[in-house]
């Protein structure tokens, strides 16, 4: 079953912080092949980990 | 034969107090905190300079030392008023909430960002960027900053905070959509300066 843009962000989160089961990995990737907000939603999440670490690390 | 471990100087560490100073910030949210920790970490390694083995980067080495203050103080704090008494966490489940329609779609499109590099290189981004983050409520900005800032695993989050894995996942969630939203409304969504 592919999951809603509700449960895929959520397995974009934790993507962050575990690593995804393959069935999880399975179905991240059959919803973000579909739905452009998610993959749009997935680079957002890339920039806020980069964005806070070059906060962080910033002269 | 071991090389003589060449310590570290007195100027080399003072250099590195802005960047402490906004490590503890992020992760204590009160300036005062954030002086002191970073005060006692300063001291802890003038008084173990020669213990430096310059192995590491300096800056690693203080940031471990930053670190263990940091939970410290998180300690004493939580013995003085425990977070989870600041009920401040429901708005911001209702901010999940919003965001997504009943059958889990996004009720908004999600906005191109554009290159994001060329936001990093704007001063004005990181003051939008620091009030954001100043807005996500006190206990779950406290695990998104122990995750991203202190770059904890979440099992040492979960321990540290005796909440469940689940629990951490669920908060590190909410914390990232509630940042995305903040940045997209304040930065991304309104037009170029």
Not at chain 1, 29 to 48: G, P, Q
Not at chain 2, 47 to 74: P, Y
Request: aromatic share 8%; proline share 5%.
């Amino acid at each position: 079953m592919i999951p809603s843009c509700r449960t895929a962000s959520e397995l974009l989160s934790q993507g962050q912080d575990r690593p995804l089961t393959l069935p999880e990995q399975f179905r991240l990737r059959t919803h973000l092949l579909i739905c452009k907000r998610c993959r749009r939603f997935s680079r957002h999440l890339d920039f806020l980990r980069m964005a806070i670490r070059r906060y962080r690390d910033r002269e | 034969m071991e090389p003589t471990p060449p310590g570290a100087s007195y100027a080399a560490i003072e250099r590195e107090r802005g960047y402490l100073l906004r490590y503890a910030q992020l992760q204590l949210r009160d300036s005062v905190q954030a002086e002191d920790a970073v005060q006692e970490t300063l001291l802890a390694a003038v008084e173990g300079a020669a213990r430096f083995s310059g192995r590491s980067a300096l800056r690693t080495w203080l940031t471990g030392i930053l670190k263990h203050k940091i939970i410290d103080q998180f300690r004493r704090n939580g013995r003085e008023q425990p977070l989870a008494a600041a009920g401040d966490e429901r708005p911001e489940a209702d901010i999940v909430d919003a965001l997504f329609a009943g059958d889990g779609h996004w009720r908004e499109f999600q906005s191109e960002w554009g290159d994001p590099a060329t936001a990093l290189e704007n001063s004005r981004f990181w003051t939008a960027f620091e009030l954001c983050a100043q807005r996500l409520p006190a206990r779950t900005a406290r695990v998104f900053m122990m995750r991203e800032v202190m770059e904890m695993p979440t099992e040492e989050i979960c321990q540290e905070l005796n909440i469940t894995a689940t629990n951490c996942w669920v908060m590190l969630h909410r914390a990232r959509l509630t940042l995305r939203e903040c940045l997209d409304t304040t930065w991304f969504a309104t037009p170029r300066r």
